[in-house]
């Protein structure tokens, strides 16, 4: 379960697990931006004339959805609670199922960016923490708390 311990303290966790802790953070704020902006791959100003095509619409219609963001902002909140209360499960967790969605991100404006040639550096954002993702995951945690 979730262990305090007083030696351990919140900045300390927090830099021991730090990649956890900001795949958590980003992952919390990119859900409530997008909450907050629905529909905003629709905008004109984000994505200009022409109209995406339907495979490049369909492609990337999710990543605007409230149910995207929700899952966004769970999947963080569990990262942080496991970096936050040294929970190694809640981190692998956690990790394990955000995974999937910065893969379909990374798809989904890889589409955008390089196949239709919207230019955007997300795709370029996403893939480096896709990397970092995948970099994490290989490290692993080696300490064995739990």
């Known amino acids: 379960m979730l262990k305090h311990d007083s030696r351990n303290g919140l900045l300390a966790r927090m830099y021991s697990h730090w990649n956890h802790f900001f795949f958590g953070i980003f992952s919390v704020l990119c859900g ?26 369909i492609t ?10 929700a899952l966004l902002i769970v999947f963080g909140t ?5 970096v936050l209360g ?16 910065y893969g379909a991100m990374m ?3 890889g589409v955008r960016g390089l196949l ?6 997300t ?13 994490t995951a290989m490290r692993g ?6």
């Open 32 to 57: 409530v931006y997008i909450l907050l902006h629905q529909g905003y791959l629709d905008d004109p100003r984000v994505t200009p004339p022409p109209p995406p095509s339907h495979f490049e619409k």
């Open 60 to 69: 990337f219609q999710f990543a605007d959805d409230w149910w995207f963001a």
């Open 78 to 82: 569990v990262l942080l609670v496991g």
């Open 86 to 101: 040294e929970s190694r499960k809640l981190r692998d967790w956690g990790l394990v199922a955000i995974a999937p969605l």
């Open 107 to 109: 798809v989904a404006f």
């Open 116 to 121: 239709d040639f919207r230019f955007n550096l």
């Open 123 to 135: 795709w370029v954002f996403i893939g480096l923490a896709v990397a970092l993702l995948i970099g």
């Open 141 to 146: 945690d080696h300490r064995h708390e739990d």
